[in-house]
């Protein structure tokens, strides 16, 4: 039986105080998870969150990390610094890192490798935009994405690896992708992985990631190919997150 997963990306949001007090409504609310509960402060309060998260539920990982081991890399974060800050993991590929900062496949392909050789749980984000959705490229997109990264390494360490599918037109913006569209995709990608690893991918988790909120998450957790979600907004806010999280 594959893990389930609920995961809280908070961006760049919540300075220390409003991200401490975040992290203990969400415990405090002394709810029994019914998954496992992931949450991504920014980095500069990493190192307080995994304290606070120390011997309970819940996980804390890490938005993006460099591709580098360390050097003169001016504001970069290795994974030496947040293994040292008890990160339990790292999401990588991000649609924003695609978009916004250039992260291209190469650089991604970089960051995978090193994480698996360090033994760090990675999030690796695909999706298509909407351009390519329209064009009925989807698919294509995805196995272009996983190509060119993950299907590149040959020794990656499955055991640590969640695929979290983001359709790029569905983050933030407030367009929804149906549970069809997201079942067939999650399928799509199922299918790929299992070209590619075997029967081993069976037990790979796929989550998805796009505007995930309490009033569509149920809809979208019993896809038969979803086991979670990658949420964003609706994960800054301690009652909403809990909702999605009990709607698994």
Known sequence: MRRKIVAGNWKMNKDKNASIGLVQEILQSNKLFGCEVYISPAFPFLNEISNICESTPIKVIAQNVSEKDEGAYTGEVSLDMLKSVGVDGVIIGHSERRKIYGENDEVLRMKLDNCSKNDL???????????????G???????????????????????????????VWAIGTGKNASSEQVQEIHQHIRALLNLRYGKISESIPIVYGGSLKPNNSKDIFSCPDVDGGLVGGASLNSQAFLDIISSI
């Open 121 to 135: 749980e990675v999030f690796f984000c695909i999706g298509e935009t909407l351009e390519m959705r329209e064009k």
């Open 137 to 167: 490229k989807q698919n294509e997109v995805i196995e272009n994405q996983l190509n060119s990264t993950l299907f590149d390494l040959t020794d990656f360490k499955l055991d640590n690896l969640v695929i979290a599918y983001e359709p």
